[in-house]
């Protein structure tokens, strides 16, 4: 959630910033909004100053032995006004609150404006697979090892779903453990959180309300805020699970990760060079979160960045690493790098990890904060979000990049301890 403080200092540059995003918006109704705040808070606090001094004149009255109630109905009067103030105060900043919701947040300012036609390409790791054979897409070579059963997954859930097989299950498995093994090596705290998350969740996260309708919903979506929703995303928990609490700087920055499945509708179609894995309402991932001081920030985000690229350098896999542009960029998000491998048989990149810092956002929205050492005040912090991996295309590329002129799939060095084998035959 945005500062309405900042809005009401330099409307232009916020309103730059959030074109960046593709985003166009007057700030003329929620500044006026800000001014009539103000203005209500000045006449209630005026008109509690002069009831505590009627309140205070009531012992001396009574000890002179006059009448006080006609002080009593003063107060009365002075009491129904504060309440009737407090009331339109309430109105009011429900309104600069339902307006500010909806709002993007601010890309940082070296991010310049567009969509996927405008991010950089910052890094390339690898080179693209050379085979003296023809490859196989994984959809084939997954189907003819037996690995993944596209077919019984469809029979028991629908279109988007598949089930792990035998040297498939294991293959997954293996990826986990190392993805775990290598965030626990790093010092990361390990979370299991819970499935079913709050509509709080998804509002703090700054997922709701604008994507609501993205999430598998338990009870029905008529009222969302009474019911509980699948996890799109370990994000979703994780930023959260200090909301409402003060921190101690000294325990700044607290680094995370979990594991969970992913539950997303995914909605719009599926493109034809996307079937398999690719694109799913089910998988799992490994997700990063840090939360940070504001000095912190940007040292957490290159340690994310880094974090993911080496999982994907030690599978010896080809990728890229992209510096999104602000449109391209979530919409809770200040900045974006994405980690994207390379898909031999559908000739494009696609993304394994978006490592992404949305600065004070999300922490405005969940009211997370830490205690300044040196001040002591109370001062929103930053949270930091990265996979560490997510599979479902690690999965693909590593098969397709990794298969040999006889059919089989080479085991990446670091997983081998996992699968016991060199090869998937």
């Given amino acids: 959630m945005l500062d309405i403080k900042l809005i009401a200092e330099n409307p232009e540059k916020v309103s730059e910033l959030l074109s960046r995003k593709g985003a166009t918006v007057d700030f003329t109704e929620v500044l006026e909004l800000d001014e009539k705040r103000k203005k209500i808070i000045s006449e209630i606090e005026k008109l ?12 001396k009255l009574k000890k002179e032995g006059k009448d006080v109630e006609p002080i009593f109905e003063e107060m ?19 309104k600069i609150f339902n307006f500010l919701a909806v709002l993007p947040n601010l890309p940082d300012e070296d991010l310049v404006a567009g969509e996927k036609e405008a991010n950089e390409v910052i890094k390339i790791v690898g080179e693209k697979p050379n085979f003296d054979f023809t ?50 090596k790093d010092g990361y705290e390990f979370i299991l959180p819970p499935h079913q998350l709050g509509y709080n969740c998804g509002f703090g996260a700054g997922q709701f309300p604008k994507f609501s309708d993205e999430v598998y919903w338990l009870g029905g979506e008529d009222d ?25 700087e000294d325990k700044l920055p607290m680094k995370f990760f979990a594991y969970t499945p992913c539950y997303r509708k995914e909605a719009g179609s599926y493109r034809a060079e996307e079937r398999g894995m690719i694109r799913g309402h089910q998988f799992n991932k490994v997700e990063m979160v840090q939360y940070a001081t504001p000095e912190q920030s940007k040292k957490a985000f290159e340690e994310l960045v880094d974090k993911a690229a080496s999982l994907m350098e030690k599978l010896g896999l080809h990728f890229r690493v992209s510096k999104l542009a602000a449109g391209d960029c979530s919409a809770s998000m200040a900045r974006t790098y994405d980690i994207e491998v390379w898909i031999p048989s559908m000739g494009i990149y696609k993304e394994v990890s978006s490592v992404s810092n949305a600065n004070d956002y999300q922490a405005r929205r969940n009211n997370t904060k830490y205690r300044d050492k040196k001040t002591g005040k109370a001062q929103f912090l930053h949270t930091l979000n990265g996979s560490g991996l997510a599979t479902s295309r690690v999965f693909p590329a590593l098969v397709e990049q990794l298969q040999q002129a006889d059919g089989s799939i080479k085991v990446p060095e670091v997983l081998v301890p996992f699968m016991g084998k060199e090869f998937i035959k």
């Fill in 48 to 59: 509690k100053a002069e009831r505590n001094a009627v309140s205070s004149s009531i012992p």
């Fill in 224 to 248: 969302m805020k009474k019911n509980r929703f699948m996890l799109p995303t370990a994000e979703t928990a994780l930023v959260n699970m200090y909301a409402g609490e003060i921190v101690d």
């Fill in 76 to 94: 009365r009067a002075l009491g129904n006004k504060i309440e009737e103030g407090d009331k339109e105060l309430n109105e009011v900043q429900d």
């Fill in 135 to 184: 490859p196989q897409n994984h959809v084939d070579l997954c189907t003819k090892l037996g690995l993944i059963d596209y077919t019984r997954g469809t029979k028991l859930s629908g279109g988007g779903f598949w089930i792990y097989r035998g040297d498939g299950a294991k293959l997954e498995w293996a990826l986990l453990n190392f993805f775990i093994s290598e965030h626990l």
